[in-house]
T-cell receptor, first 110, second 114 residues
Framework: AQSVSQHNHHVILSEAASLELGCNYS??????LFWYVQYPGQHLQLLLK??????LVKGIKGFEAEFIKSKFSFNLRKPSVQWSDTAEYFC????????FGTGTRLTVIP | KAGVTQTPRYLIKTRGQQVTLSCSPI?????VSWYQQTPGQGLQFLFE???????NKGNFPGRFSGRQFSNSRSEMNVSTLELGDSALYLC?????????????FGPGTRLTVL
């Protein structure tokens, strides 16, 4: 069965700390992977996406993600988080329709 | 450009009733997907419509149905409501069918079933 899993449920970091959120996918066929973010009180919005090509993908607000095929992973990274990065982060992927991970809540302490 | 809009934003119904939710996609987008978001199950795909045809369906009972109109607006209907249907229902639109195109999400409709 197709699925996307996120293992970090809640991450708490201090400002300027580095961030890495894990995401693993489990499906064959065409790889389409996304990271979405939901800031408090706002809509889900796209951070970055990967379809093919360079496995290191850069997104908005300084986020990046690396697709590692051998590990079935698509981890999200940011070298230095800010208080404004406090949000819920969703990894998603799928060959025919999107499957979402359960989300990781990130709290950044000023 | 206006974003995805969903109406109503909040809804309270009782068990056994039915409900219709509406979604207006971004102008020019022809694909509309619906998702259910709950604390326990997270975001789950309901169905996708493209050019007035359902192209994909998630693993939900037949009580959940939808349709898309010629202007790409979409409605979702849930009949015989159950307590477990309480959730945030999200609509997303994109240019193309399928998951390869970026989906733009609306604010959601918060449905509470009493």
């Amino acid at each position: 069965a197709q699925s996307v899993s996120q293992h970090n449920h809640h991450v708490i970091l201090s400002e300027a700390a580095s961030l890495e959120l894990g995401c693993n996918y489990s499906y064959g066929g065409t790889v389409n992977l996304f990271w979405y973010v939901q800031y408090p009180g706002q809509h889900l919005q796209l951070l970055l996406k990967y379809f093919s090509g360079d496995p290191l993908v850069k997104g908005i607000k300084g986020f990046e993600a690396e697709f590692i095929k051998s590990k079935f992973s698509f981890n999200l990274r940011k070298p230095s988080v800010q208080w404004s990065d406090t949000a819920e982060y969703f990894c998603a992927g799928g060959a025919n329709n999107l499957f979402f991970g359960t989300g990781t809540r990130l709290t950044v302490i000023p | 450009k206006a974003g995805v809009t969903q109406t109503p934003r909040y809804l309270i119904k009782t068990r056994g009733q039915q409900v219709t939710l509406s979604c207006s996609p971004i102008s020019g987008h022809r694909s509309v997907s619906w998702y259910q978001q709950t604390p326990g199950q997270g975001l789950q795909f309901l169905f996708e419509y493209f050019s007035e045809t359902q192209r994909n369906k998630g693993n939900f009972p037949g009580r959940f149905s939808g349709r898309q109109f010629s202007n790409s607006r979409s409605e979702m209907n849930v009949s015989t409501l159950e307590l477990g249907d309480s959730a945030l229902y999200l609509c997303a639109s994109s240019h193309q069918q399928g998951p390869t195109d970026t989906q733009y999400f609306g604010p959601g409709t918060r449905l509470t079933v009493l």
